[in-house]
């Protein structure tokens, strides 16, 4: 089993910034895709951004220039920053590991971007 913890949720102004990070504990493979999804009230949940242990990164196109992922395998740990916010960005974020064929979820945490 895989536990992932998330950090760096909040709230912020339109045009600021945030870091978010997910560190994974338990059973971790060295092949793996790991990143962050969203879900804001109404919508459908969806990827924001990911990364495989070869640090191969894919963006969701709305976040394209804005957003960069990185990791720190030595920490087993992915970030997220998070530059020029929008209020679109509200959401809450759910961290994402998947290896072996197997996917797992942080708890979520809430990103709100309001004036």
């Known amino acids: 089993q895989v536990q992932l913890v998330e950090s760096g949720g909040g709230l912020v102004q339109p045009g600021g910034s945030l870091r978010l990070s997910c560190t994974a504990s338990?059973?971790?493979?060295?092949?793996?895709?790991m990143g962050w999804y969203r879900q804001a009230p109404g919508k459908q949940r969806e990827l924001v951004a990911a990364?495989?242990?070869?640090?191969?990164?894919n963006y969701a196109d709305l976040v394209k220039g804005r957003f960069t992922i990185s990791r720190d395998d030595a920490k087993n740990t992915v970030y997220l920053q998070m530059d020029s916010l929008k209020v679109e960005d509200t959401a809450v974020y759910y961290c994402?590991?998947?290896?072996?064929?197997?996917?797992?979820w942080g708890q979520g945490t809430q990103v709100t971007v309001s004036s």
């Open positions: 990364i495989t242990n070869t640090g191969f990164p």
């Open positions: 994402w590991r998947s290896q072996s064929g197997v996917d797992y």
């Open positions: 338990g059973i971790i493979y060295a092949i793996y895709t």
